[in-house]
């Protein structure tokens, strides 16, 4: 090490990783670096200069060598992150996320979190107030202007399974990235077409109708690697794998693109159009399949039990897609149970998304109410609300030729016949 002395700040200059591991592990801390205030010598570990009580530790900003500082002297001297006080009694919370004065436990910000990437996009994650912590989880991605393109994936990680809540998280995002990736691959092609057909290359119709539509292909292929991603975050020797649903849309203009596995729920809500676009694959369905009424199969005892999932013992991982035209403006909603289970026909949720519009119609404002609204019924299960305003699309592309709830949707398989209990 140089007997020179570094240069300020002291986390952004270029020491020996060997001899700061040694400060680490023994405690010697011998590197000091002049106060930028008095000049006095301040060791790596203060915050505040001892002779002037200066802040010698601002907010990091970007390293001004990082091509010159070792990775290990930055983690070293980076200043640590505060922790919010407690909400109960406004004392300090220890790093185990629970108050040293009243014992109360800190929130966590994966309790509840909020989305978003557009003026016309934006989601809300919340724990609802029964569960012990937060197993839903959504991924969210907006196009730069003046392209109106997005993507929403909203995932339910299974209760009765080993960490599903990273499990989920793991899904949503690696699915989200999937689309917005192949989206912005065909950004080159888009700007290449005609100023009056602004759509993507990718997800124009083909003209040969026996050619599979390349972003419902997407979809799946997304749906597969968010399978990756889920195994990938379960412990191999876990006795309950992790496990999730799977809502996902990609979004031009009026044009919706969906999948769906499970019985996370994408709806289309409007002033004149109200229309559950999947089919649940859950008990309840298959009841209401065999005659049951809606009210009937959801309130049996094996209503949220789903038949299809993502996860290391998931049978089916090949989601049911569709492709929407909005014929008139309107909301896209995902949702997971935690939402719906209080207002499962898409006429009784239209009616509290337009009470919710009443009051803003900002997408996080509405998302926000309608996540209120479902503590405000119990609040039994996890609720993620992921909304993006649509646009009536002009071009009239076909649309689900029904919104009888009652029926499969189109392109809708048979579920299998494994169950797996998701409350």
């Not at 724990?127 to 912590?133: A, D, E, P, T």
């Not at 896209?332 to 006429?347: H, V």
């Not at 609720?383 to 809708?412: C, F, H, K, M, Y």
């Amino acid at each position: 090490m140089t007997d020179e002395s570094p240069a300020w700040p002291l986390w952004a200059t270029e020491h020996e990783a060997a001899a700061n591991a040694a400060a680490q592990e023994y405690g010697t801390l011998a590197l000091t670096a002049p106060c930028p205030s008095c000049s006095a010598s301040v060791r790596p570990d203060q915050r505040y200069c001892e002779n002037c009580g200066a802040d010698v530790h601002p907010e990091v900003g970007p390293v001004a060598r990082a091509g010159l500082t070792t990775e290990e002297t930055v983690k070293f001297n980076r200043p640590k992150a505060s922790r919010p006080p407690c909400v109960e009694c406004g004392g300090e919370v220890d790093a185990d996320g629970y108050c040293q004065t009243c014992g109360a436990k800190a929130p966590s910000a994966r309790d509840h979190f909020e989305a978003v990437p557009g003026s016309w996009l934006a989601g809300v994650c919340d724990r609802g107030l029964v569960h012990n912590r937060n197993e839903d989880a959504m991924a969210l991605w907006a196009a730069s202007e003046p392209d109106r393109a997005a993507v929403l994936v909203v995932c339910d990680g299974v209760s009765s399974s080993q960490d599903s809540d990273v499990a989920a998280l793991a899904a949503a995002e690696r699915a989200r990235d999937v689309l917005a990736g192949r989206w912005s691959n065909s950004s080159d092609d888009r700007r290449a077409n005609s100023s009056d057909d602004r759509r993507s290359s990718f997800s124009r119709p083909t003209a040969d109708a026996a050619e599979p539509d390349p972003l419902s292909t997407a979809l799946i292929e997304a749906t597969a690697e968010a399978q990756h991603a889920v195994i990938e975050n379960t412990a191999p020797d876990s006795p309950n794998a992790a496990s999730c649903t799977l809502a996902a849309a990609v979004v031009e203009d009026g044009l919706v693109h969906w999948a769906s596995l499970g019985d996370s729920r994408i709806y289309f809500l409007a002033d004149d159009a109200h229309v559950q676009l999947s089919t649940d694959h859950s008990v309840a369905e298959e009841l209401i399949r065999g005659g049951a009424s809606r009210v009937e199969a959801e309130n049996s005892l094996q209503a949220h039990a789903i038949t299809r999932w993502l996860g290391r013992d998931a049978d089916d991982i090949v989601p049911d897609t569709g492709v929407f035209a909005a014929p008139s403006d309107g909301w896209l909603l995902l949702c997971t149970d935690g939402l719906w289970n209080y207002a499962s026909e898409p006429t009784a949720l239209a009616e509290q998304l337009q009470a919710a519009s009443a009051e803003s119609d900002e997408p996080v404002q509405i998302a926000r109410h309608l996540a209120r609204w479902a503590n405000s019924q119990g609040g039994k299960d996890n609720i993620t609300v992921a909304l993006a305003r649509l646009a009536a699309n002009l071009n009239r592309t076909p649309q689900a030729p029904s919104d009888d709830l009652n029926e499969p949707a189109a392109g809708a398989r048979a579920s299998s016949t494994s169950v797996e209990e998701k409350d």
